[in-house]
Nanobody, 125 residues
């Protein structure tokens, strides 16, 4: 079993930055990872994904050029650096992991097997 714990959310003004972290534990970790977000009254949407090796990344068009996903050296921590934040980025951000053996991330939430509890990001105008 894999446990995911997000941290780093908070309140920031428009144009500011935040860095989210997702720490994985439970067993040897070799999973592709992703970040999703969900605003009130909206469906969960894809934000970014990274392969197990860290060599392949993918981003939603709405965050491309502003957000960067990366992995720590030990591979069991994933980061989401968020710059030039906008009020429309306000949401609960979730970290997710695919099952072991699937190297690449996905834009589809149902293709992830493990989820964190979420961390709130609020961007004020």
């Amino acid at each position: 079993q894999v446990q995911l714990v997000e941290s780093g959310g908070g309140l920031v003004q428009a144009g500011g930055s935040l860095r989210l972290s997702c720490a994985a534990s439970g067993r040897t970790f070799s999973n592709a990872m992703g970040w999703f977000r969900q605003a009130p009254g909206k469906e969960r949407e894809f934000v970014a994904a990274i392969s197990w090796s860290g060599g392949t990344t993918d981003y939603a068009d709405s965050v491309k050029g502003r957000f960067t996903i990366s992995r720590g050296n030990a591979k069991n921590t994933v980061y989401l650096q968020m710059n030039s934040l906008k009020p429309e980025d306000t949401a609960v951000y979730y970290c997710a992991a695919r099952r072991s053996g699937l190297d690449h991330g996905s834009t589809r939430p149902y293709e992830y097997d493990y989820w964190g509890q979420g961390t709130q990001v609020t961007v004020s105008s």
